[in-house]
């Protein structure tokens, strides 16, 4: 391993827990409320009491960084949470059933993944209606489990020839039993790189529909909102408006998915060393 692979992930994680410990500590770190209004400094560069700027409506962006960053964070959790859990009881299912059920539930899964995801996602928000943090969290949670239920599915078929797990099946453990007792601790590490892939790809989605215009509404700050507003001033040379919220999303994104890719080492030596 190089002293780069050893170093990123200490580095990843502590910038990520950085960008938490802001979010989490708003209140405090920030000057403002989200929502507070000044007139008098409508896009105001970065300097002075705002040391972000200020968006078209007068609020400090610094103070929505943080707050903003709440509700990302909530929505990119609920949503891997949801697809997480989705996922592996579908692929659990599917590889402890026979080999005609299984196969045809792969079937559906590949179905779902041929349709693009924002046409899924704008399908199911426009039958929940009004957008709020919830809804966008759930439905981009059950419409990005087919992947990794696929992966939970070829680990779970490798497990379910061992002996203890032939074992319960004969004694009659139903399935959830067996995915509890027998397949869930097996599949930590792999439900850990599940759930932090997740995350990053869950911030990143709301990040797409709100900057598309099809997310949370202008009055709800995200880090996904921030970048819709920004879409309206980029050739009017705010580059604060976009630059500054862009890399908090993308250094959040950068990092989750970099301690996601040391899980999956990890996991993958592990496995190699059995």
């Known amino acids: 391993m190089t002293l780069n692979e050893t170093n990123r992930p200490v580095i990843a994680m502590s910038l990520l827990a950085v960008i938490i410990a802001g979010c989490l500590l708003a209140g405090l770190l920030a000057p403002y409320a989200a929502d507070d209004m000044d007139a008098s400094a409508l896009m105001a560069p970065p300097g002075g009491s705002h040391i972000f700027g200020t968006d078209t409506l007068g609020r400090d962006l610094f103070s929505m960084i943080w707050y903003g960053g709440r509700l990302s964070l909530y929505i990119g959790l609920l949503a891997s949470l949801i ?4 996922a592996v009881l579908y692929g659990a299912a599917a590889g402890l059933v026979g080999e005609k059920a299984s196969d045809l539930m792969m079937r559906f899964c590949e179905l779902l993944m041929s349709v693009p995801q924002i046409l899924l996602l704008l399908f199911l928000q426009a039958m929940w209606g009004e957008a709020t943090p919830t809804s966008i969290a759930v439905v981009i949670g059950v419409t990005g489990w087919m992947n990794i239920s696929k992966i939970v599915r070829s680990e779970v078929r490798q497990i379910s020839e061992s002996d203890y797990v032939l074992a ?11 995915v509890r007792k027998h397949l869930l601790p097996n599949l930590v590490s792999s439900i850990m790189f599940m759930v932090v892939s997740n995350i990053s790809a869950a911030i990143a989605a709301e990040a797409t529909l709100s900057f598309l ?8 700050v995200s880090w996904g909102s921030l ?6 001033v980029l050739m009017s040379g705010k ?10 999303l993308v250094c959040t994104i950068v990092c989750i998915t970099d301690i996601g890719e040391y899980i999956r080492r990890k996991n993958n030596r592990l496995y190699s060393n059995l």
């Open 227 to 232: 970048m819709s507003m920004s879409q309206d």
């Open 213 to 220: 215009g099809l997310g949370l509404p202008l009055e709800v």
């Open 83 to 86: 697809s997480t859990v989705i």
């Open 168 to 178: 319960a099946k004969t004694y009659g453990a139903g399935f959830l039993y067996t």
């Open 239 to 248: 580059w604060w408006l976009i630059v500054i919220p862009g890399l908090f």
